[in-house]
C-alpha cells in the first residue's frame, strides 16, 4: 500500500494536469441543452396540485465532480482496519479536502454558467472543499437554469406538499461538471424513528422465534434488574451494556453529539428532570445548542420534542460528564403555500454535513435517528451526501445511525398502506431499505427489546439497492447467507447490496421526560444513542492511553469487535412487504447485525 504521503502527491500531480489557463468564469455561450435527469413517471403516492409560484425561493444544491473520492475511500478503509499500519491515523480536515475538490475544470464551467445567470461569488455558498454550491433563487430562475417547470406536489396520504419538477436539464457542455442538483427530483419525506405508539397488533403477527442466548455472558445478565424487561432506564443500560462501574479518565478530550432535525427541540428542563431520577450526579450539567441552517431551540415544555430528548437524555445520561452537543437544524421539506420567504426544501442532511465539515473540531461520536426509504432519495444525491459522511468518517469520527422501524419494509399496522411499491415505474414489491443507515461509511443499529436480548420486529434490516456489499462485511453475510433458504425472498431485495444494521441495541420503553412528563418511548431511534454511548466510553478509554478515537467503527468490529458484541440469536423477525421479514440468527444477520455491546470485552478488543 502506498503511504498517505505518497498518496497526496500522485493527487497533486493529476490535478496539475487539470489545470487551465485562469481568468475564472469567462463568459461562455451555453448552447444545447440537455436531459439531466428525468423521472419515468411521478412518485406513487403524489398528485401534481398546480403551479409553482414563480417567486418562492428554493434553495438549490448543485453537486460538482470529486476529483478523487476513490483515494478518500482506500484512506479511510486503511485508518480504520485494525490489521493496517495507519490504523487510527485519521486524515486532517484538509487533507480531506484535497482530495474531493472538484477538478478545476469543472469549477471553472459551473462559475461561468452560475455567472451568466446573474449570480456573484457572494451569492455562492460553498462547501470547503468546494464540491457543493448552494444559491437560494426563486423559482422562476431555477426553471431557466433548469429548463424546466416547477409544480406543486401532495403526498395524498400525509397532505404534505413538495415543490418539484419530474425533470431537468443542462447545458450539454456541462453534463461532465454536474453530478447533481437538488431539490428537482427528489421527493423524499424523512421521518424520525421514535415512536410512543405501541404495537400489540403487529406484535402478535409478528410470530415470535425466541430462542434462549447461549452466550456465557449470561450469568451477568441474570442479575439484571427485573424491571428492565419492562421498562429501560440508564441503570438497564449500564447494566446490560456492561458500562457500569468504568470509570471515566479522559473525560475533557472526548465529546459526543446528536442531530436533530423536524423542528425536535432537546429541552433542557426535562433533561434536568431526568437527570434527578436517573443520573443524579450530573443535575448540574447540559449540553452545548449549536444552530444550523436557522434551527431554533425554544425551551417552551410543550416546544420539547419526543425524539430530540429521547436522544439526549439517554446519550448525554451514560456519558457523564462527556462535553455534549445538539445540533438544531432547521429546513423541512414541505412546501408551505403561504410563505414566499426563503425556505431549505431539501432534505437536510446535507445541510448538516456540509456544516459539520466546516468545523476544525467535530465530536469524536455522533448519533442520528432520523431516515426514509432509500429510494426516495435519488441515487446520485444519496451518493453525494454518503461520500460527505465518508470525508467526517475519515477524520476519525464514529457516524451512527438507527436502522428504522418498519422492519424490510416501511411500516407494518396496515398491510394496504405499506405494500413496499417501488417508484422506478414498475410499481413492483420491494424491500425499503433505509437511508442514511445503509451508505457503507457509517454504522447502522438495529433494535433489541427484553432481557435476555432478543431481536425487535421492527428493527429495519435488509440490503441496500444502492450500495454494494462492502470487503469489510463479506465473510460475514456470506456465513448469514449460509443460513436461509435459497432464493429466499428472491427479487424482493438485493443479495450483493450493502447488509444492515451493523450492531444493535434496546429499543422499547426507554423511559424520557417530555414537558415534564415521563414516556416509554422506543424505536431504533433509542437504540442508536445508546449505541453511541458505548462508543464514546470507549474513546474514553483509547484517549485516555494516548490514542486516537475509534473512528470508523465497521471494518474493526467486523474483523474483531464482534467477539465483544452479545450475539442475539432469537426473537421476533422483521416483517414488512406482505412476507415475515429475516430471524435473527447465530452470527450477524438483517435484523440485530453482529449484536449488541458487551462494554468490558469491546474494550478488551479495541482500546
Ligand atoms: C447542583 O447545584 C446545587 C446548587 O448549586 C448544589 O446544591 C448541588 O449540590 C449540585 N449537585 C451536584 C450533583 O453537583
Ligand atoms: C401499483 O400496483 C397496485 C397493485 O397492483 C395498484 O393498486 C396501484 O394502483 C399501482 N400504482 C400505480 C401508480 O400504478
Ligand atoms: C425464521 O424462523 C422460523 C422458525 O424457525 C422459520 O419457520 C422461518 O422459515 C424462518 N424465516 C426465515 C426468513 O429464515
Same mark, same amino acid.
Given at each position: 500500500m502506498l503511504p498517505f504521503r505518497k498518496l497526496l502527491t500522485l493527487v497533486l500531480l493529476v490535478s496539475q494536469a487539470w489545470a487551465i489557463p485562469s481568468g475564472a468564469a469567462e463568459r461562455y455561450d451555453f448552447k444545447e441543452y440537455k436531459v439531466k435527469e428525468a423521472l419515468l413517471r411521478p412518485p406513487v403516492g403524489w398528485t401534481l396540485v398546480g403551479e409553482a409560484p414563480p417567486d418562492h425561493t428554493i434553495s438549490l444544491r448543485v453537486g460538482l465532480p470529486q476529483s478523487n473520492f476513490e483515494a478518500l475511500e482506500q484512506h479511510l478503509f486503511e485508518v480504520s482496519d485494525p490489521d493496517h499500519s495507519r490504523y487510527g491515523q485519521h486524515l486532517s480536515k484538509e487533507e480531506v479536502e484535497e482530495l474531493v475538490a472538484p477538478p478545476p475544470e469543472s469549477l471553472k464551467m459551473v462559475n461561468a454558467w452560475l455567472k451568466a445567470h446573474g449570480f456573484k461569488e457572494i451569492e455562492l455558498d460553498r462547501s470547503p472543499a468546494k464540491d457543493w454550491v448552494s444559491i437560494k433563487v426563486p423559482v422562476k430562475i431555477a426553471e431557466q437554469m433548469l429548463r424546466t417547470k416547477y409544480h406543486i406536489w401532495k403526498h395524498e396520504e400525509s397532505g404534505d406538499k413538495l415543490v418539484r419538477t419530474t425533470s431537468y436539464s443542462l447545458p450539454e457542455e456541462l453534463h461532465d461538471h454536474i453530478e447533481v442538483i437538488q431539490p428537482t427530483t427528489m421527493f423524499s419525506r424523512f421521518n424520525a424513528m421514535k415512536s410512543t405508539i405501541h404495537w400489540p397488533e403487529a406484535e402478535k403477527k409478528a410470530s415470535i422465534t425466541y430462542k434462549p442466548p447461549t452466550t456465557a455472558s449470561n450469568a451477568r445478565l441474570a442479575a439484571v434488574d427485573p424491571s428492565c424487561s419492562s421498562e429501560i432506564t440508564i441503570s438497564c443500560l449500564h447494566q446490560?451494556?456492561?458500562?457500569?462501574?468504568?470509570?471515566?479518565?479522559?473525560?475533557?478530550?472526548?465529546?459526543?453529539?446528536?442531530?436533530?432535525?423536524?423542528?425536535?427541540?432537546?429541552?433542557?428542563?426535562?433533561?434536568?428532570?431526568?437527570?434527578?431520577?436517573?443520573?443524579?450526579?450530573?443535575?448540574?450539567?447540559?449540553?452545548?445548542?449549536?444552530?444550523?441552517?436557522?434551527?431554533?431551540?425554544?425551551?417552551?415544555?410543550?416546544?420539547?420534542?419526543?425524539?430530540?430528548?429521547?436522544?439526549?437524555?439517554?446519550? $448525554?445520561?451514560? +456519558?457523564? %460528564?462527556?462535553?455534549?452537543? =445538539?445540533? &438544531?437544524?432547521? #429546513?423541512?421539506?414541505?412546501?408551505? /403555500?403561504?410563505?414566499?420567504?426563503?425556505?431549505?426544501?431539501?432534505?437536510?442532511?446535507?445541510?448538516?454535513?456540509?456544516?459539520?465539515?466546516?468545523?476544525?473540531?467535530?465530536?469524536?461520536?455522533?448519533?442520528?435517528?432520523?431516515?426514509?426509504?432509500?429510494?426516495?432519495?435519488?441515487?446520485?444525491?444519496?451518493?453525494?451526501?454518503?461520500?460527505?459522511?465518508?470525508?467526517?468518517?475519515?477524520?476519525?469520527?464514529?457516524?451512527?445511525?438507527?436502522?428504522?422501524?418498519?422492519?424490510?419494509?416501511?411500516?407494518?399496522?396496515?398491510?394496504?398502506?405499506?405494500?413496499?411499491?417501488?417508484?422506478?415505474?414498475?410499481?413492483?414489491?420491494? $424491500?425499503?431499505? +433505509?437511508? %442514511?443507515?445503509?451508505?457503507? =461509511?457509517? &454504522?447502522?443499529? #438495529?433494535?433489541?427489546?427484553?432481557? /435476555?436480548?432478543?431481536?425487535?420486529?421492527?428493527?429495519?434490516?435488509?440490503?441496500?439497492?444502492?450500495?454494494?456489499?462492502?470487503?469489510y462485511q463479506d465473510r460475514h453475510i456470506k456465513e448469514w447467507f449460509k443460513t436461509i433458504p435459497t432464493d429466499l425472498y428472491k427479487d424482493l431485495y438485493n443479495p450483493a447490496g450493502r447488509g444492515f444494521p451493523d450492531v444493535a441495541a434496546q429499543g422499547t420503553n426507554f423511559r424520557v421526560y417530555v414537558g415534564g412528563v415521563a414516556f416509554p418511548i422506543g424505536g431504533t431511534s433509542a437504540s442508536s444513542p445508546a449505541f453511541a454511548a458505548v462508543v464514546a466510553l470507549l474513546n474514553d478509554a483509547r484517549l485516555a492511553k494516548g490514542r486516537r478515537p475509534l473512528g470508523f467503527l465497521n471494518p474493526v468490529l467486523y474483523a474483531k469487535g464482534y467477539a465483544g458484541l452479545n450475539d442475539i440469536t432469537g426473537g421476533h423477525p422483521n416483517p414488512g412487504c406482505g412476507t415475515s421479514g429475516f430471524n435473527s440468527t447465530v452470527g450477524w444477520d438483517p435484523i440485530t447485525g453482529l449484536g449488541t455491546p458487551d462494554f468490558v470485552k469491546l474494550k478488551e478488543i479495541l482500546t
Open positions: 446490560l451494556y456492561n458500562t457500569g462501574g468504568y470509570v471515566q479518565k479522559a473525560t475533557e478530550k472526548n465529546s459526543i453529539g446528536i442531530t436533530g432535525y423536524l423542528e425536535q427541540f432537546a429541552n433542557f428542563a426535562d433533561l434536568k428532570l431526568f437527570y434527578e431520577e436517573q443520573v443524579p450526579e450530573a443535575v448540574n450539567s447540559t449540553f452545548e445548542v449549536v444552530t444550523v441552517s436557522g434551527g431554533l431551540n425554544p425551551q417552551a415544555p410543550e416546544e420539547a420534542g419526543f425524539e430530540a430528548n429521547l436522544d439526549v437524555q439517554f446519550a $448525554f445520561g451514560l +456519558t457523564h %460528564p462527556v462535553p455534549g452537543t =445538539y445540533w &438544531t437544524t432547521g #429546513g423541512r421539506p414541505p412546501f408551505k /403555500p403561504d410563505l414566499t420567504t426563503p425556505e431549505n426544501t431539501n432534505e437536510p442532511y446535507a445541510d448538516w454535513v456540509d456544516f459539520v465539515l466546516k468545523q476544525k473540531t467535530v465530536p469524536y461520536v455522533i448519533s442520528t435517528s432520523y431516515g426514509e426509504p432509500e429510494q426516495t432519495v435519488p441515487e446520485a444525491y444519496a451518493r453525494r451526501v454518503c461520500n460527505s459522511f465518508a470525508q467526517l468518517s475519515a477524520r476519525g469520527v464514529s457516524l451512527i445511525f438507527a436502522s428504522g422501524d418498519g422492519g424490510v419494509g416501511d411500516g407494518w399496522d396496515d398491510p394496504e398502506r405499506h405494500r413496499c411499491r417501488t417508484n422506478d415505474g414498475r410499481n413492483i414489491t420491494r $424491500f425499503l431499505p +433505509t437511508f %442514511p443507515t445503509t451508505c457503507p =461509511y457509517v &454504522t447502522s443499529v #438495529g433494535g433489541t427489546t427484553g432481557v /435476555p436480548e432478543i431481536s425487535v420486529f421492527f428493527s429495519g434490516g435488509g440490503f441496500s439497492d444502492y450500495w454494494p456489499r462492502p470487503a
